[in-house]
């Protein structure tokens, strides 16, 4: 029957709009299933996973020391040349010449994360830091120097 | 080419859709003949996002031009990765442990699961329902949050390397796999509920986008746009790579060919990559994540292809070496590339109102189309 089929649709399709409107209602009501975060209100509280990727750091110890050899592993293994290694010889205590960076210039304009310097390092000198907000208002402060003014190799790193 | 504006001799209407559109997805600049509100032509204009990463790719090492291919198509990240990495491992000829494969499929199919979350969500938002952009987000979320855990990002992640993987899994990744299969299978008769039962949706995909499963293979369609044809096309089942042969899941095929046909299998491919996971989270051999590989990769003098299953479709990585530490000529053939050749033949004949549709159910990436 034609009639039978033609009301059929029309309830059934009615009857879509209505499943699709009690779910939406659903959510309405229910508040505590909303899950959107409220930042920048819960910079306190967000805590990001320690593998994540915000810019390279290279960290140091409480006397001033790192663990950079100035081997430029780190300048090979970058696709975009963010890492310039700018090394300087020092004089040791036996007398010798011993190669050490002078400076480590990081470009955070041209990274792209990809974790290939961390991985290329032979010393760990260098690790992932979990910041990410890195809007500043003048371009040339997303160039850093990662060893501190004055630090020195730490004893032992080869 | 044909004029940009205006009308043309025959006085049908020439209409521009994009580079700015929000029913684009992006920079795709569509040229539009229109005779009434009948669109007789569709001309795809690229280039608006070009960033020749081909060539890119031809200055940088083997270990290095991976991290580029995250960038083609950004939402099946991990897979694109895992194509570059499978072309290398081939000529290099090394055996990647049972580990690592089995991590990569489960990166895979969470990448897929999240890429036809955005697209179930984008593809209703096209069509006027905003309220299941949220739902489809809140889950795709969840798999954000994975990833961020053990790759350390959230879109771009390179965390596929020649020999292996970056790094071991993280400890929470099985228990967060497991408690985000248990939201997906409570939420998932909400997608039906809100969009696939609704008769307005249906009454806009069906019929709409008409491809018969010959055009689809002329055209070179891949992926769910030729499985919505009939085609039978999973590079998973057809050409198994790492353990897809050893698992079991189906090739979802549906008949009709029309948009809504494609938007079935796209929702049938999330419950099957579900299946996967499943088979695979609690069998996680141990051992190495990584192959012992040099640190200055060589491909040896010649020619090699691999080819994976996107999201979106059959993705191909064809490179050609000189035996040097960067290749010479590098090859990707995209999924998009070949959907978006298609639009015109589905398009033509149909009203300007189902385009979006079309669209839509074609699941585009503009900066993988162009590249």
């Not at chain 1, 959107?36 to 994540?52: G, S």
């Not at chain 1, 290939?116 to 371009?139: G, K, N, W, Y």
């Not at chain 2, 200055?59 to 990495?85: K, P």
């Amino acid at each position: 029957m034609f009639i039978v089929k033609y009301i059929k649709e029309v309830f059934n399709a009615v009857k879509s709009l209505f499943v699709g409107l009690r779910r939406t209602g659903y959510y309405f009501t229910h508040h505590k299933e909303i899950i959107t975060q409220q930042y920048p209100d819960n910079r306190d509280t967000l805590n990001l996973p320690e593998r994540f990727k915000g810019e390279v750091v290279m960290p140091h110890n409480e006397n001033n020391e790192h663990r950079c050899t100035g081997c430029t592993a780190c300048e090979l293994a970058c696709p975009n040349g963010t890492i310039k290694v700018i090394t300087k010889f020092d004089i040791g205590t036996d007398g010798k010449k011993k190669k050490a960076i002078d400076k480590l210039v990081y470009h955070l304009e041209l990274c792209t994360m990809c974790n290939l310097c961390i991985i290329a390092c032979p010393s760990d000198a260098i690790v992932m830091a979990q910041t990410f907000e890195h809007s500043v208002f003048d371009r040339a402060e997303l160039t850093k120097i990662l060893n501190n003014p004055g630090s020195k190799i730490m004893e032992g790193v080869e | 080419m044909v004029e940009e504006i205006g009308t043309t001799e025959e006085g049908d209407l020439i209409i521009n859709v994009g580079p700015q559109h929000p029913a684009t997805h992006g920079v795709l600049h569509l040229v539009i003949t229109l005779n009434g509100e009948t669109i007789k032509k569709v001309e795809p204009h690229l280039g608006y996002i070009h960033r020749s990463i081909e060539k890119m790719c031809e200055s940088l090492t083997y270990r290095q031009f991976i991290y580029v291919t995250s960038r083609m198509d950004y939402l099946s990240a991990h897979i694109n990765n895992h194509a570059c990495a499978l072309c290398v491992e081939k000529g290099l000829d090394v055996e990647i442990p049972r580990r690592a494969q089995v991590i990569r499929v489960l990166m895979d199919e969470l990448t897929r699961i999240a890429s036809h979350e955005l697209w179930w969500g984008a593809m209703a938002m096209d069509l006027g329902a905003f309220t299941p952009f949220f739902h489809a987000f809140r889950e795709r979320e969840t798999i954000n949050d994975i990833m961020e855990e053990t790759c350390g990002a959230r879109l771009t992640m390179n965390y596929m390397v020649p020999g292996g993987l970056m790094a071991d899994l993280h400890p929470n990744f099985q228990k967060r796999v497991k408690e985000f299969i248990t939201l997906y299978k409570l939420k998932i008769n909400e997608y039906a509920e809100l969009v696939t039962g609704n008769i307005i949706f249906q009454n806009r995909m069906k019929g709409v986008g008409y491809l018969s499963a010959e055009d689809a293979i002329s055209y070179g369609c891949s992926g769910p746009t030729a499985r919505g044809s009939g085609v039978s096309c999973d590079i998973r089942k057809l050409y198994p790579y790492e353990v897809y042969d050893k698992l079991e899941f189906d090739e979802v095929l549906e008949t009709e060919g029309d948009s809504f046909a494609r938007y079935m299998v796209r929702i049938g491919e999330m419950n099957q990559s579900i299946k996967i996971i499943e088979q695979l989270i609690d069998n996680i051999p141990d051992g190495d994540f990584q192959a012992k590989t040099k640190v200055v990769l060589k491909l040896p003098k010649g020619e090699f292809y691999s080819r994976v299953e996107t999201a979106r479709g059959e993705l191909g990585v064809y490179i050609v070496s000189e035996g040097g530490t960067t290749p010479y000529r590098i090859k990707f053939r995209s999924p998009g590339f070949s959907n978006l050749s298609a639009l015109d033949h589905m398009a033509r004949g149909s009203k300007l109102g189902d385009l979006v549709a079309m669209m839509g159910t074609l699941d585009l990436v503009i900066p993988d189309i162009d590249r």
